[in-house]
Every structure is written in C-alpha cells, then in structure tokens.
Nanobody, 119 residues
Framework: QVQLVESGGGLVQAGGSLRLSCAAS????????MAWFRRAPGKAREFVAA????????DYAASVKGRFTISRDNAKNAVYLQINSLKPEDTAVYYC????????????WGPGTQVTVSS
C-alpha cells in the first residue's frame, strides 16, 4: 500500500512557476507508475502527466506539454511536477496518483494541493 501527500501548491501570477511535490510512503514506491491529475472548479478530473517506474517514459496531456515536467526520485520516494508559464486555466487542485504494476487503474491518490493562477 502507498500513501501519498502533495505539497507545493499556492497562489502565483500568470507566467510564473511552481514545483509540486508528492511524498510517498512504502518500500515499493519504485515499482509504481506515478501520475499527476487535476480538477479545475466545475470540471471533471483530468490527466496531466505520468512517469513510469524507472523514469524511462513520460506522458503529458496536450494542454500542458512543453510547460510541465514530471520527474521522480525513487531513492526519496517522491515524484515532482515542475510547472512553468502558468496560465489562469491551470488553476485546479492537483493530485498525485500511483498505479501498481498489475493494475489497470490508479490505485492510490493523495488529498491534493491547490494551485491558483491569477491573471
């Protein structure tokens, strides 16, 4: 089992940057595919970015490609999301999620961290 806690959110002006962190518990963190999702006010949760267990592959939503970078440090049980060139439409609660090797779904979720971008 994995427990996830996000941090690093806040209020930032458009064009600014933030680095979100997700701290994970558990000795098997390095075996999970990790991802970031977000939920904007009044909208459904959407996929943002994902990274494989060994950091070999990453995937991004079209809306964030080129501005967001996902990375992980398995030695620190952490995954990160570097967010650059923030736009007001990036305002959302950002969630960290973990997918086990044999699972078709993201099994574990953090409580989320709020990112608010002012214009």
């Amino acid at each position: 089992q994995v427990q996830l806690v996000e941090s690093g959110g806040g209020l930032v002006q458009a064009g600014g940057s933030l680095r979100l962190s997700c701290a994970a518990s558990g000795r098997t963190f390095g075996t999970y595919r990790m991802a970031w999702f977000r939920r904007a006010p009044g909208k459904a949760r959407e996929f943002v970015a994902a990274i494989t267990a060994n950091s070999g592959n990453t995937d991004y939503a079209a809306s964030v490609k080129g501005r967001f970078t996902i990375s992980r440090d398995n030695a620190k049980n952490a995954v990160y999301l570097q967010i650059n060139s923030l736009k007001p439409e990036d305002t959302a609660v950002y969630y960290c999620a973990a997918q086990a090797v044999a699972s078709a779904y993201y099994d574990y979720w953090g409580p989320g961290t709020q990112v608010t971008v002012s214009s």
